[in-house]
Structure formats: structure tokens, C-alpha cells
T-cell receptor, first 114, second 112 residues
Framework: KQEVTQIPAALSVPEGENLVLNCSFTDSAIYNLQWFRQDPGKGLTSLLL?????REQTSGRLNASLDKSSGRSTLYIAASQPGDSATYLCAVSHSGGGADGLTFGKGTHLIIQP | DAGITQSPRHKVTETGTPVTLRCHQTENHRYMYWYRQDPGHGLRLIHYSYGVKDTDKGEVSDGYSVSRSKTEDFLLTLESATSSQTSVYFC???????????FGSGTRLTVV
């Protein structure tokens, strides 16, 4: 059974810092990995989608990497801003049979201090 | 999110009553999913659909049923609501395996 772990569970940093969120998964048989952002009481907003054949994806100040063989992904946020405060979720789409759908980590709760 | 809507947004119901949540999409995506989100458990898959009338169970399907009679609608029914089904329910859509997922805004369900 695929398991996804996100470290740290919570992070608080001053505005302007660069930071890294970590995600690991146990089964490398994946189609892709997707990073989401969730604001309190809201739905999930997709940030980046990395296909299993890709090494990284970039969108603005965000950069996500994927090392499928070691079961790891990182989300790098450059020059953090208070508006980046949210919970960040990592999810993998499993290709090894069984139920379809995404398997999620429990998220990293990020606070950017002004 | 544009292209996917969930209704109702909030609902309070009594234990033992049936409840139906609706997910509607305008993207014509083949795949639709129902998740629940709970503190300490994160998001877990309940049921999913890979086409009209084609559905399958997810990780936490007990006490839930689904139906998909049209491409655009995916219904989640709690046959007899229990307090353990108090949760936030999210619908998601995807064009197919290997593509990204888009989530709805969620339904907050409270069973009293």
C-alpha cells in the first residue's frame, strides 16, 4: 500500500526566507506527483504536477523536484511572503494496480511571519 | 474551482438519515472521485468513477454508495449517517490516469 509522508508537519519562518518542504512515498510505481495548497476552510489548489519521467517543474517562485527511484520530492519556495501561509499537500498517482486516485500526505502547515 | 461544483456547501443532518452530496463538472472529464478530509487522517479516497455507471471502491467506502448516471454528475450517498461521517467531503476530477486532478470547494457535513 502506497504511503506518503510529509516533513515537517509545521513550519514557521520570517518573510523573505527560502524554504524547502519534503515529501516521500513508499512505492515508486507512480504516474505523477502533484503539489497542492490548501487555505483554511477552502478547497485544494493545484500548484505543480510532475510526471514520473520528469525531474522538476517550476511555476514562479515555486520549484518542485522528483526523484522517483528514491521516492522523494521537494517543494522549494523562494523569497517567501505572508500570502504563502497555508497547508501544502503532496499527493501521488499510483500506477501499480489497485484502486485509482491520489494518495495524500498529511501536509505541511506553513506560516510566514511578516 | 472553475468547472467543478459541489452542493451543498454545508449540511447538518441527524444520525440515521440518508444524505446525498452532489458533484457537478463541466470539463467532460472521464474520472471523478470522492474524498473525505479529517484531522489526523488527511485526505482519503471513498469511491471513484471511471465512466458513466462505472464505479469502484476506495480506501474508506463502508457506509457510502455512489452513482454516476451522466458524465457530469457524481453523487455520494451516506445510506444512514453516523457521527463518524462528520467530515469535509471533496470531489475531484481528472481527464485520465497520468493527468492532474482538480478539486471542488468541498462540503462540510455535520452529523448530530
Amino acid at each position: 500500500k502506497q504511503e506518503v509522508t510529509q516533513i515537517p508537519a509545521a513550519l514557521s519562518v520570517p518573510e523573505g526566507e527560502n524554504l524547502v518542504l519534503n515529501c516521500s512515498f513508499t512505492d515508486s510505481a507512480i504516474y505523477n506527483l502533484q503539489w497542492f495548497r490548501q487555505d483554511p476552510g477552502k478547497g485544494l489548489t493545484s500548484l505543480l504536477l510532475i510526471q514520473s519521467s520528469q525531474r522538476e517543474q517550476t511555476s514562479g517562485r515555486l520549484n518542485a523536484s522528483l526523484d522517483k527511484s528514491s521516492g522523494r520530492s521537494t517543494l522549494y519556495i523562494a523569497a517567501s511572503q505572508p500570502g504563502d501561509s497555508a497547508t501544502y499537500l503532496c499527493a501521488v498517482s499510483h500506477s501499480g494496480g489497485g484502486a485509482d486516485g491520489l494518495t495524500f500526505g498529511k501536509g505541511t502547515h506553513l506560516i510566514i511571519q511578516p | 474551482d472553475a468547472g467543478i461544483t459541489q452542493s451543498p456547501r454545508h449540511k447538518v443532518t441527524e444520525t440515521g438519515t440518508p444524505v446525498t452530496l452532489r458533484c457537478h463538472q463541466t470539463e467532460n472529464h472521464r474520472y471523478m472521485y470522492w474524498y473525505r478530509q479529517d484531522p489526523g487522517h488527511g485526505l482519503r479516497l471513498i469511491h471513484y468513477s471511471y465512466g458513466v455507471k462505472d464505479t469502484d471502491k476506495g480506501e474508506v467506502s463502508d457506509g457510502y454508495s455512489v452513482s454516476r448516471s451522466k458524465t457530469e454528475d457524481f453523487l455520494l450517498t451516506l445510506e444512514s449517517a453516523t457521527s463518524s461521517q462528520t467530515s469535509v467531503y471533496f470531489c475531484a476530477i481528472s481527464p485520465g490516469q497520468g493527468y492532474g486532478y482538480t478539486f471542488g470547494s468541498g462540503t462540510r457535513l455535520t452529523v448530530v
